[in-house]
């Protein structure tokens, strides 16, 4: 294993050896979006005409950011609740997650499972892995989601791929968040039983995601952001974003988690 001091030398911004490079501007645009963004310029009305609207722009979302939307809080949460019931009524959906190895390959400055800490970890072997989800399918849950750390050595795609076969015997929605992968390989994933691919950005200020992410495969930004698109090329049904607010501006990093999923969709 590389020392700390030799993987900060490695560019955040440089594709390694074995990570496949896809044709996408999706990446740009996000970045643009949000370093040219100032939240200060929205206005109270600009609130007001946003919440208004049926089908909002991002010059509305970035309004509904702003701190002037801060009065309005519970205006925008009736107007989600009454977009969400437009789309899936009154229902609720549950699922479980399931964490089948906690080995961890990278060096993230905020994350229990990385390296260089002293815990515990474990893998479980198939046997466990099925006798877990007949349990969870019994209490009646239809979609598992199937977790590990970022270690390819430990966690391989083909022991996550038997996984997602024994949750397939199981359970509707088989969905997946473990370590970014080449589009063959959520292909072979998606063939062994995956529908979905959930990825965190954690943050999209590509600056400090490089102070944050020191050592491993995860300190490559490009290629963390581009995950979700290969996730559809390779087949999968459905992919989400995410960041974890807090590392950075949350304001910026809810914009690109919106902006990301809006110009994929669209693209």
Same mark, same amino acid.
């Given at each position: 294993?590389?020392?700390?001091?030799?993987?900060? !030398?490695?560019?955040?911004?440089?594709?390694?050896?074995?990570?496949? +490079?896809? %044709?996408?501007?999706?990446?740009? *645009?996000?970045? $643009?979006?949000?370093? $040219?963004?100032?939240?200060?310029?929205?206005? !109270?009305?600009?609130?007001?005409?946003?919440?208004?609207?049926?089908?909002?722009?991002?010059?509305?979302? @970035?309004?509904?950011?702003?701190?002037?939307?801060?009065?309005?809080?519970?205006?925008?949460? /009736? #107007?989600?609740?009454?977009?969400?019931?437009?789309?899936?009524?009154?229902?609720?959906?549950?699922?479980? %997650?399931?964490?089948?190895?906690?080995?961890?390959?990278?060096?993230?400055?905020?994350?229990?499972?990385?390296? =260089? $800490?002293?815990?515990?970890?474990?893998?479980?072997?198939?046997?466990?892995?099925? @006798?877990?989800?007949?349990?969870?399918? @019994?209490?009646?849950?239809?979609?598992?989601?199937?977790?590990?750390?970022?270690?390819?050595?430990?966690?391989?795609?083909?022991?996550?791929? /038997?996984?997602?076969?024994?949750? /397939? !015997? =199981? &359970?509707?929605?088989?969905?997946?968040?473990?370590?970014?992968? $080449?589009?063959?390989? =959520? !292909? =072979?994933?998606?063939?062994?039983? #995956?529908?979905?691919?959930?990825? &965190? +950005?954690?943050?999209?200020?590509?600056?400090?995601?490089?102070?944050?992410?020191?050592?491993?495969? /995860?300190?490559?930004?490009?290629?963390?952001?581009?995950? +979700?698109?290969?996730?559809?090329?390779?087949?999968?049904?459905?992919?989400?974003?995410?960041?974890?607010?807090?590392?950075?501006?949350?304001? *910026?990093?809810?914009?690109?988690?919106?902006?990301? #999923?809006?110009?994929? +969709?669209?693209?």
């Amino acid at each position: 294993m590389k020392s700390i001091e030799e993987m900060r !030398k490695v560019s955040h911004m440089e594709y390694m050896e074995d990570m496949e +490079q896809i %044709p996408s501007d999706i990446m740009d *645009k996000v970045i $643009n979006e949000i370093e $040219n963004t100032n939240f200060d310029i929205y206005t !109270k009305e600009d609130v007001i005409r946003a919440l208004n609207k049926d089908e909002k722009s991002i010059e509305d979302f @970035k309004a509904l950011l702003s701190p002037e939307a801060l009065p309005f809080l519970e205006d925008m949460a /009736k #107007a989600a609740t009454k977009e969400t019931r437009k789309h899936f009524g009154n229902s609720i959906y549950l699922f479980t %997650p399931l964490y089948i190895s906690n080995y961890c390959e990278n060096y993230c400055i905020y994350c229990g499972f990385n390296c =260089y $800490n002293k815990i515990k970890r474990a893998k479980l072997p198939y046997e466990d892995i099925e @006798k877990e989800m007949e349990a969870i399918s @019994k209490t009646g849950i239809e979609e598992i989601l199937i977790l590990t750390g970022e270690s390819r050595k430990m966690s391989d795609v083909e022991y996550i791929g /038997k996984a997602c076969e024994i949750a /397939k !015997k =199981y &359970f509707k929605n088989v969905g997946i968040e473990v370590y970014p992968m $080449n589009s063959d390989e =959520y !292909k =072979y994933l998606h063939e062994h039983g #995956a529908d979905f691919v959930t990825v &965190f +950005q954690e943050t999209y200020n590509s600056d400090k995601y490089e102070t944050l992410h020191l050592m491993g495969h /995860k300190r490559i930004f490009p290629y963390r952001f581009n995950a +979700q698109e290969r996730a559809l090329m390779g087949g999968m049904r459905g992919v989400a974003f995410a960041a974890l607010l807090g590392l950075d501006d949350f304001r *910026k990093d809810a914009l690109a988690t919106g902006l990301h #999923a809006y110009y994929l +969709q669209r693209k």
